[in-house]
C-alpha cells in the first residue's frame, strides 16, 4: 500500500504520460470536439472525423486483377466494375431523370415563372413594370355611383352584411379564435350569396358562374426577358359576356405619356423562378367551347395557404399579376398566340383580395400586348388598398386594468366597403 501522498504522485505521473502518448499521435483521442460559437457548452458533443475517399488511379498496363471471370467472389481479388445495364423495358421504379440539356424542352434562353407563391420584392411596383401598367389610386368613379341608385341596393343591407360577418366569425365555430382561413372563406362566400340576391332584379347575373382551381397560363416578352406566369389562382367569376371598357380612346391614348417608376439596382426578375425547361403556353384554363370564356372576378383569400405568407404589397402584386394574366390569356384566345398589337377593345378584369377584415378592390385593363419596350401605351390598373369591413369582432370582451376596451361581439362595421364590393359585383349586369 502507497501511502496518501505517494498515490497521488503516481496518478499524477500517470496522466502526464497518458497525454504525452496522445500529443505525439497529433491528436487527443479518437473522437474531436468542436467548437461551436452559436451554442451553449451543453449543446456541443463530439463526432467522428469525415473521412476522406480514396482517390482511384488508373494505370495503363497494371489493371487490377479482380475475380469477374470467375463468377463468385474470391478473397485477395479485386471488386470488378461492370458497365451499366439497361433495361430493354421501362420500370418506373428504377426510372432515372436524363439530364436537363438532353430533354426535348430544354432551351438555352432561361424563362421567369411568376406563381401564385412568387414573393415579388418591389410588390405593386415591380408588378407594374413587368405588365406595362398605369397605376390610377382608387376605383372609377363611375363604378362607385352604381350602388348609390336604390334600384341597385338590397333590403336591409347593413343588417344583412353584419350578420354575414357574425355568421363567419361567431356562428359557424365554437372556438374562442376561429382560423383566419375558415371565416374569411365563410365571409367571402356569404357576401357572395348576399350580392346574389339582385338577382330577380338583374337577370344579367345569371350569365355567370364560379370556377376554382382551373390551371392559369401565359406567356409574354418583356425587354429581352421571356416571362410567364402560371398556377391556380384564387375563386374566379366567370361570365357569358366579356366586362365593359373602363376608360375611352382618348383615356387610353394619354398613357403614352406615362413614365414607368424604377426600382434600378434591383432586377425587375428578381424572386421569380428560373427555368430552361419551358413551353411558351397561353390557356384560360378551359376548353375550346366553354360557355363562361371571359374572366369578371377573381377574389383571392389572404392567409389560407400556410405555406406562403404574403406582405400586403406583395398580395396586392399577386393580385395585378394574375388578373393580367387572365386578360393576357384571353387577348392571345381571341387574336392570336403572337398578337404584339393595340386591342381594339380592350379586355377587363376585376378582382378582390381580402383576409377575412380588410379588403383590396382591383380592376385591370388591357389595353396592348406589345410589353417589349417601355414607350407606348400602357395598360391601366385602378386600386382601391386596406379598406376594413369592421374593425373588431370579439368572441370575449378585451378587458385591460379592469376596463372593457373592446367589447364582445362585431364593433366598428364600415358600409362604404361592402358598398365597393358590391359595385364590382354589379359591374356588367347593370
Known sequence: MFPEGAATLFSQAVLVKALRRLSAHGRTGGLQARRHFTTTRCLTGKTHPVRKPKEKVDIPGLERVTFGERKHYMPGLAKPVNPHWERDYKDPRFYRTPPAQEMPLYKEKPCYVYNQRTNALEGVLQALWLTKTKLISG????????????????????????????????????????????????????????????????????????????????????????????????????????????????????????????????????????INLYKEVNSSGFRDGYPYPHAHTLYFLDGVDTRCKLRPDQFRAKMVMFAFGNALARAKTLYGPQPQRLLEHPITVQAVGSNGRVF????????????????????????????????????????????????????????ETFSKFLALYLHGAV
Open 139 to 274: 376605383l372609377p368613379p363611375h363604378l362607385l355611383s352604381l350602388v348609390e341608385n336604390p334600384a341597385n341596393q338590397i333590403p336591409n343591407q347593413d343588417e344583412r352584411v353584419q350578420n354575414a360577418i357574425k355568421h363567419a366569425r361567431f356562428w359557424d365555430t365554437t372556438e374562442n379564435r376561429p382560423n383566419k382561413s375558415k371565416y374569411s372563406n365563410t365571409l367571402l362566400s356569404n357576401l357572395l350569396h348576399v350580392c346574389a340576391t339582385l338577382q330577380s332584379s338583374h337577370p344579367a347575373m345569371g350569365r355567370r358562374l364560379f370556377a376554382d382551381k382551373y390551371s392559369l397560363a401565359a406567356s409574354w416578352q418583356r425587354g429581352e426577358d421571356l416571362l410567364q406566369i402560371k398556377g391556380q389562382n384564387g375563386l374566379l367569376h366567370t361570365c357569358m359576356d366579356p366586362l365593359p371598357e373602363v376608360s375611352g380612346k382618348q383615356e387610353v391614348a394619354d398613357t403614352e405619356d406615362h413614365a414607368l417608376k424604377s426600382f434600378y439596382p434591383v432586377s425587375p426578375t428578381i424572386d421569380l423562378q428560373k
Open 360 to 415: 383590396h378592390f382591383l380592376v385591370f385593363q388591357l389595353n396592348t400586348t406589345d410589353l417589349s419596350g417601355d414607350d407606348g401605351i400602357k395598360n391601366q390598373v385602378w386600386l382601391d388598398e386596406d379598406a376594413d369591413l369592421y374593425e373588431f369582432a370579439k368572441v370575449r370582451p378585451l378587458i385591460k386594468k379592469k376596463q372593457v376596451k373592446v367589447p364582445a361581439g362585431l364593433t366598428g362595421y364600415k358600409p
